[in-house]
């Protein structure tokens, strides 16, 4: 098989003074940060549909870039290979590990199942020949339950019972071929599984009916050996305009609701989360504080733009609280995913590849940064000074579960005018971040 990118090479860590564009400036695999190899705190991941797929369509006009990777014509078993060489080829010049798949990403979709699920077994197989030898692994696999008209009104929350058994025919195969890779994960990214209008939605109906979905993946991916984690990945709106996997707080209290929470973490993505009106930290943080934190989906929204526009991550601030939340978390058993996809003016090869080392450079300054935030340790200590009162006296109490109303009552009324609660000191915080970020 002839190389692709013939003028790009194998992309090395050239330090921060590099001007070269086709170099890592901080990404730098072997360098040791908090007692491990950066390459191990960061297990990065290609995204299928981006990378090798989407060309640069939008509403608007058709695509901008050449993916057929020197196919003879595109959406055939030609070019479902050709991205498969392209793929390997451009995650083994990256040093990239991991990827990420759609069902549909890997194949063109059939109208009979039968037949896209004989050009899933020939790929993966095709697929699995190129792993071997390398140690590019599968960080999850998904079904694509969302493009096809059929999804129009959800898969699991569909009104349609025929698509809901369409579906879990797609889930089965999904997680067959993300256990023939050896992946990581399974994720449910719920693209229409959410409503339009109450006028027409039974909305209790449909949540029960997309756990019955979940529950049926479990037992089966566990029957057959997949021994990862579930995930699911929040996102308010878009496609629909209401999505139940609304944020993680709502995902995480469904996951409880139906006795899922044992199998199933949360795949959270930036730019998701930044549409429910949240930071990504945020939540990250809740995810991590209810022992979910699995996986991200690493790219960032536009705060002018009430989309997902899926950018490859550059905001070094935004990186560093997530590598923060992620290092106080232990470390992630999934992986960062780069759900994220090159502006459409950014058509050709170089974009392609300097997209992911802008995201991954990013990636590495955020762990810097966050480590030294830690390092410093200024910040995690006022946290903990602020919670103090809580530590001896009636603060000990409360937490002990020694008080009740009325014994705090009697307390409030000895004690007269309670003290302010002390300065939250933000501003202090924030020069305090500036200092190591720049300093
Ligand atoms: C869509 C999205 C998906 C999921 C996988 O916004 O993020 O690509 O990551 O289905
Ligand atoms: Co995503």
Redesign the pocket.
């Known amino acids: 098989m002839s190389e692709i990118f013939k003028n790009i090479p194998e992309i090395k860590y050239e330090g921060p003074k590099s001007k070269n564009p086709l170099a890592f400036k901080y990404y730098d695999s072997e360098k040791i940060i908090l007692g491990k190899k950066m390459s191990e705190h960061l297990p990065f991941a290609m ?1 299928w ?1 981006h990378n090798l797929g989407a060309a640069g369509t939008d509403m608007f006009g058709r695509d901008t870039a050449d993916k057929s990777f020197g196919a003879k014509e595109k959406g055939t078993m030609e070019h479902a290979k050709a991205k498969v060489d392209a793929g390997f080829e451009f995650m083994k010049k990256m040093g990239i590990r991991y990827f ?1 798949f ?1 069902d549909v990403d890997l194949v063109p979709e059939a109208d009979d199942i039968k037949e896209t699920n004989r050009r899933l077994d020939e790929i993966s197989d095709y697929i699995l020949e190129k792993m071997k030898g390398t140690d590019i692994k599968c960080l999850w696999g ?1 079904a ?1 339950m ?1 493009s096809n008209p059929r999804y129009m009104n959800g898969a699991g929350s569909s009104n349609s019972a025929d698509v809901f058994a369409f579906a879990a025919a797609q889930i089965k195969k999904a997680i067959e071929l993300t256990v023939k890779f050896g992946g990581r994960g399974y ?1 449910f ?1 719920g ?1 229409r599984e959410g409503y339009e209008t109450l006028l027409n939605t039974d909305v209790k109906f449909e949540q029960e009916n997309i756990a019955r979905l979940m529950r049926m993946a479990v037992d089966y991916g566990r029957s057959i050996g997949f021994d990862g984690y579930f995930y699911i ?1 929040p ?1 308010p709106k ?1 496609p629909m305009k209401h999505q139940y996997d609304f944020d993680a707080a709502t995902a995480i209290g469904f996951l409880r609701q139906y006795g899922l929470d044992k199998d199933f973490q949360m ?1 959270i ?1 930036a ?2 989360a930044t549409l429910a009106g949240h930071t990504f930290r945020h939540d990250l943080r809740i995810s991590a504080i209810n022992g979910m934190l699995g996986s991200v ?1 690493a790219n960032q929204g536009d705060m002018l733009l009430g989309w ?1 526009t ?1 950018e490859f991550p550059f905001d070094v601030y935004e990186a560093t609280w997530c590598m923060y939340e992620v290092l106080k978390a232990g470390g992630l058993k999934g992986g960062f ?1 780069f ?1 994220s996809k090159a502006r459409r003016p950014s058509y050709t090869v170089e974009d392609m590849f300097e997209s992911y080392i802008l995201g991954m450079d990013t990636f590495a300054l955020g762990l810097i940064k966050a480590a030294e935030i830690i390092e410093d340790g200024r910040i995690d200590e006022f946290v903990k000074e602020r919670y103090s009162s809580y530590r001896t006296g009636i603060g000990k109490d409360i937490v002990e579960g020694k008080t009740d109303l009325a014994s705090l009552a009697a307390y409030a009324e000895k004690m007269g005018k309670p003290e302010l609660p002390g300065s939250g000191r933000q501003e202090r915080l924030e020069g305090i971040v500036n200092q190591i970020m720049f300093g």
């Open positions: 995204a549909w990420c759609h998904t694509n969302f994720v990214w693209g990945e996102k878009e795949n993505e730019n998701h989906d997902d899926d995913n759900d």
